[in-house]
């Protein structure tokens, strides 16, 4: 908003005076003093009102966006409980599959099989 120099509210206030003459001058500025007191208490009102309707409309959004963030935080949950049933899983599969790649204690050696007339006989 511009702003008004000294000398320019002195030219308003000549001009004002020039216009309409000193002995109307008094009344005009009662009246634009109780229209500036009438604008003033209808901005209030309408703020007052606004700020109202404002409230009543963020009220729901409030409890929307509780129910959202509870929802995320489930989720959230749902998920971590999920992800974490998955690793014990992939752990004992990983588990199991090791045990099955290991061969078992047999330690039996094909030379055991063979009778010692076979070896010395070569």
Do not use: N
Request: with cysteine; net charge negative.
């Amino acid at each position: 908003m511009a702003s008004l120099t000294l000398s320019e509210m002195v030219a308003i206030v000549l001009v004002i005076l020039i216009v309409f003459g000193p002995q109307r001058l008094p009344e005009m500025a009662r009246r634009a003093a109780l229209s500036i007191r009438r604008l003033r208490t209808i901005a209030a009102s309408v703020r007052e009102e606004f700020e109202a309707e404002c409230g009543e409309i963020a009220a729901p959004l409030r409890e929307v966006r509780e129910e959202v963030v509870g929802a995320r935080q489930d989720l959230i949950a749902s998920v971590s409980s999920i992800t974490e049933e998955i690793r014990r899983a992939q752990t004992h599969a990983d588990e199991a599959a090791t045990a099955q790649m290991v061969p078992s204690a047999d330690l039996s050696c094909a030379a055991d099989d063979v009778e010692p007339d076979e070896l010395t006989a070569t």
